[in-house]
Every structure is written in C-alpha cells, then in structure tokens.
C-alpha cells in the first residue's frame, strides 16, 4: 500500500466516524426534543386538570355566550379590531368573551376525553385501569374534589399507589386530549397494539 492509498483509507475511516458521531448526537437531540415534548403534554394535562374547576366556573358565568361571540366572529370582530373605531374598552371586551369561548371550548373537550377515558376502562377490563378512572374523578373532575389522603381510604389504597395511579390515568388522558401529538411512540406503540388487539380502541 502506498502513501496516497494510506491517506485515503485514513480520510474515509475519519469521514465514517464523523459520520457516525453526528448520527449518535443527531439522535441524541431528537430523543431529548421528544422528551421535552412529552413532558410538556403531561404538564399541560396535569394544569387542564388541576384548573379544570375554574374553567367550568369562568366559562358558566360568561356574560356573553358562546353564540354572541360566534355572531361577531370571524368578519365583523377582525374588521371592527382592525379599524380605528375600536377603543381600548372595546378591545378588553372582545378578549373577554373570545376567553370565555376559548374556555368553553376546552372545557367540553376534556368532559368529552373524561368520558371517553371512562369508556377505554371500562373496556379493558381492567380492574386497575377502572380504579385509576375512579381516583382521577375524585381528584379532578367531582365536585368537591377528594384530596389524595381521602381517595386512598375510599378506595382502600396507600397515597403512593393512588399518586402513581394518577400518573398513569393523566398519561392515558393525555393521548386522549392531545391525540397523535399525546402518544410516546417509543414506549406506548407496544401498550397501543396490545389494546389494539383486544379492541379496546
């Protein structure tokens, strides 16, 4: 082997490594976005939850409904927003009742995800699953809501089991409201086929 031969077989071998480095960081990056993004979602469920009560409150006491602001919207409201015949008062009522609309709104998807997380239990078959159903109603949704102490007398289990019951049943739910974006396909896609199979989903 001569001199260039040499240098070219070092140069390749180089370029593969780098190569190879930048893979193993490129995917480094990718897992550590996606984490960061399934953190999010499970923060984000866990807050629809925790304030799940004020939404119901602020978007039943709206002083216009729902239908008022759709009356107005989308023509009249941008035009009037973007004319100079709009004065600050006019401004903080608009934000107000697309508030009160934007809440009722989330308000209705998280009942409709509540029932259809109901459903998924009930399906399944599953005791536990049923169980964790029951403990994020308490603790979320009935009102008045049930601190963990008293969930786990009612439902005769430790606070740890009934904190991790509730993690698992904000996990669940939060496929449910977030949809395809919910989903953790690196360690859900095995739990999803399995519920496949049974036609659970």
Known sequence: MNLSELEE????????????????HMEGVRKK?????LDRRLHNT?????????????????????????????EKLLGRMMGDDMDDDEIYIESIKSSKLRTAIIVK?????????EIFCE?????????????????????PNFD???IAAVECLSNRTVYKDLDLAIKRLSTLIFGIDGINFNNDAKSVQTLCKRNVL
Do not use: C
């Not at 077989?9 to 193993?24: F, T």
């Not at 939404?55 to 919207?73: K, N, Q, T």
């Not at 399906?123 to 009102?143: A, H, P």
């Open 109 to 117: 998807h998280i009942e409709d995800m509540v029932s259809m997380y």
């Open 46 to 74: 866990k807050l629809l939850l925790q304030n799940y009560r004020m939404f119901v409150i602020h978007a039943g006491h709206a002083v216009y409904s729902s239908s008022d602001v759709l009356d107005e919207l989308p």
């Open 9 to 24: 077989k070092i140069l390749r071998m180089a370029a593969e490594e780098g190569a190879k480095v930048a893979i193993e």
């Open 33 to 37: 976005a996606e984490k960061t993004r």
């Open 148 to 150: 963990v102490p008293t």
């Open 123 to 143: 399906k399944s078959g599953n005791d536990e699953e049923k169980r964790r159903y029951r403990i994020l109603k308490m603790r979320y949704i009935d009102d």
